[in-house]
């Protein structure tokens, strides 16, 4: 089941806008401080939860670093982050961000998501990438969606794969990690005119 959406006024991402998305699968919201404790015990279950990633979330420590940055982030009209809630388990399950958006170009990147262990390979995943997907092209009618994985990471390419996203291309060397590593990142994309076709 998509998200049903009124014919926007204004097609631009407002970043001052609580937007919240929801199917039968899941709920996503605007992630705030206080989710601190929601995501904690997710976050801190294992420690290589995010270790293609270039932040850090394993301890209590790096976990309000990073929602703080992303509250303040969505401030600064950079990004807007989401805490992730699933129906079937009745628990927080990870983040999620629409981030790289651009109202002129009209199009936006999918990224900076992370989903506990637990709610791995249930399907989960797929359900928040329908509802931000059908948010960018039927509510805001972007033109393009933007993915971005560490080429290392072939879970995270298969799941961009079985959505229908098309292999760009590689960036060298794009990325430092935490422990020093270049990662080399890969990009994928969806067309709004791909999206609405599989309607």
Do not use: C
Not at 82 to 100: E, P, V
Not at 115 to 132: H, R, S
Not at 172 to 193: K, V
Request: glycine share 4%.
């Amino acid at each position: 089941m998509r998200q049903q959406f009124d014919k926007p006024i204004d097609m631009n991402f407002d970043f001052e806008a609580d937007i919240e998305l929801s199917n039968e699968r899941t709920q996503i919201r605007p992630l705030k401080i206080e989710d601190l404790q929601h995501l904690l015990p997710v976050a801190t279950q294992h420690k290589d939860l995010v270790r293609f990633s270039p932040v850090l979330i394993h301890s209590e420590g790096h976990l309000r670093d990073y929602i703080s940055q992303a509250v303040q982030e969505r401030k600064n009209n950079i990004r807007y982050a989401f805490i992730i809630w699933d129906k079937l388990k009745n628990q927080y399950a990870g983040s999620t961000s629409f981030l790289n958006i651009s109202n002129k170009d009209k199009r936006l990147e999918i990224g900076s998501t992370w989903i506990g262990k637990d709610f791995q390979g249930t399907g989960l995943n797929a359900k928040v990438k329908a509802l931000m997907l059908a948010y960018a092209f039927e509510k805001l009618e972007f033109e393009r969606v933007e993915f971005r994985t560490d080429e290392r990471n072939t879970a995270s390419r298969k799941a961009m794969e079985k959505l229908g996203a098309i292999y760009e291309g590689r960036l060298r060397s794009h990325i430092l990690m935490p422990d020093g590593f270049r990662r080399s990142s890969l990009y994928y994309s969806i067309l709004r005119d791909e999206w609405l076709s599989k309607k």
